[in-house]
């Protein structure tokens, strides 16, 4: 069977579990199609190891003939950093640019080397013994926030103003910058030669500079192509055009397409919107967009699930597994809470915005589809004869699926509460204002 063929039956098993999760279910879709892509897999391995049916081979080979790396990181994620970016309004952006420029870049470079380092002490102590070039190689990849999971799942709680742009925007931008962090280290790791601080710098300020800059670039020039026509069909199509030939000539420039993608759906979304295209397509664009959002949400969870079948678990896994989450999760709440001590020196914060952003930075197919992309065979863990690309994978996807499942469907009380005091913020707010405006009023009163 076709690879076209294989993901064509996957999507419409996707869109069957959410059938069904809509009808009976109380999930999120993106965390019941996990879910159910989970018990699915896990019900093929029980049945072969038990005798009743054997699908476990043929599933593996499914899996891996679709290639999760490149379905992922050379096509779909254009389109779905390309949809994600077009819903951010850029005067919330700017409101909170500082924090999401700082949480995005500052923070995932500290949990990028935070993770590597604590990772390798503790590994260390419990005599796995792992190159350290290795542990800050998974941390430059579990370090950011999914902005597939974090969108999917969190965006459509409705939090309050502040905390959702803060966490929108920096799961968009820190996925790019991650993507940097990570080819970065992955050069080094295996070229093959010594890095030196300029090489690696200049190879850093390539992709990251480059990929900003060219995204730029490209949404000058489709909102100058998709001003020139009034032709509705015609406007969707150009769009189009940017999260594939734009997303693909970004890796023939050797840019950071992800960062691309993010800067040039801002531009599309919060100035092409309003005066580029007709009234017809822009009634229709956040519908499509939503639509293409939801169906490729849709293949990419189920995939997330079914990579189960791809491990082979040995018991260095499980304990690998058991201290890959809560150190990244520490790491989140480090990274996070640092940078919230300087922030609140100049405004006031929801209470609620350091535990929702820790607790609502999600990870995804991203880090699995980096995980992915180590080589096979190219450094075994010595003290146990297992490949390096096993053990990362293995705590790649616990952190993933703790996230999606675990994260992701206990998130909405905390929103909730945080609702609950922005709306009491915003009262006193106005108390205070009125109290002020009385105030002048009594001093102005002739006496």
């Known amino acids: 069977m076709s690879v076209y063929n294989t993901l064509c039956f996957l999507s419409f098993a996707a869109m069957v579990i959410a059938l069904i999760n809509s009808k009976f279910g109380r999930l999120q879709t993106t965390i019941a199609i996990t879910a159910g892509s989970m018990m699915l897999s896990l019900l093929i391995i029980i049945a072969g190891h038990s005798g009743w049916f054997n699908l476990i081979d043929i599933a593996s ?12 990181l050379n096509g779909v994620l254009g389109f779905l950093l390309f949809a994600g970016g077009l819903g951010i309004k850029l005067p919330h952006f700017a409101d909170q640019k500082w924090e999401i420029a700082i ?9 990028t080397f935070f993770i590597g380092f604590s990772l390798y002490a503790i590994c260390d102590a419990i005599n796995i013994h792992i190159d350290l070039i290795y542990c800050i190689l998974f941390g430059a990849l579990i370090s950011p926030t999914d902005p597939i999971a974090v969108l999917a799942i969190v965006k459509k709680l409705q939090a309050p103003q502040r905390i959702s742009t803060q966490i929108e925007g920096e799961s968009l931008f820190n996925d790019g910058i991650g993507l940097v ?12 030669q010594a890095p030196t601080p300029g090489g690696v710098l200049t190879l850093f300020l390539q992709e990251a500079v480059g990929g900003i800059a060219y995204g730029f670039v490209l949404g000058l020039l489709f909102h100058y192509l998709i001003s020139s026509t009034n032709d509705h069909s015609m406007e969707l199509l ?24 993010v800067v040039s759906s801002i531009m599309i979304g919060n100035w092409t919107r309003y005066v580029g295209f007709s009234k017809e397509s822009t009634e229709h664009m956040d519908h499509f967009w939503e639509l293409i959002d ?18 082979e678990f040995h018991s260095e896994d499980w304990i ?31 209470k609620w915005s350091v535990k929702i952003l820790t607790w609502g930075g999600l990870r995804g197919g991203l880090a699995l589809a980096m995980a992915l992309s180590i080589p096979h065979g190219k450094y075994f863990i010595t003290s146990a004869n297992i490949d390096i690309k096993e053990i990362i994978m293995v705590m790649t996807y616990a952190v993933v699926v703790f996230s999606i499942l675990i994260q992701g469907s206990t998130i909405t009380p905390m929103i909730n509460k945080a609702k609950v005091v922005q709306k009491q913020m915003e009262e006193a707010d106005q108390l205070r204002a009125q109290m002020e405006v009385d105030s002048k009023d009594q001093e102005n009163k002739p006496s």
């Open 61 to 72: 080979k499914t899996m891996t003939e679709i290639n999760f790396e490149s379905f992922l």
């Open 181 to 192: 962090i990570f080819v970065t280290i992955f050069t080094v790791a295996f070229s093959g």
């Open 320 to 350: 690998m597994m058991a201290i890959a989450v809560p150190l990244v999760l520490l790491s989140r709440f480090l990274s996070v809470w640092i940078p919230f001590i300087g922030f609140k020196r100049f405004r006031t914060y929801n």
């Open 103 to 111: 949480l995005a870049f500052g923070g995932t470079l500290f949990s």
């Open 238 to 261: 150009l769009m189009i055009c940017i999260p594939t030939a734009g997303y693909a000539f970004a890796e023939t420039l050797e840019v950071s397409g992800p960062l691309a993608m």
């Open 294 to 311: 939801e169906f490729l949400n849709g293949i990419l969870f189920l995939l997330i699930g079914m990579s189960l079948l791809l491990f």
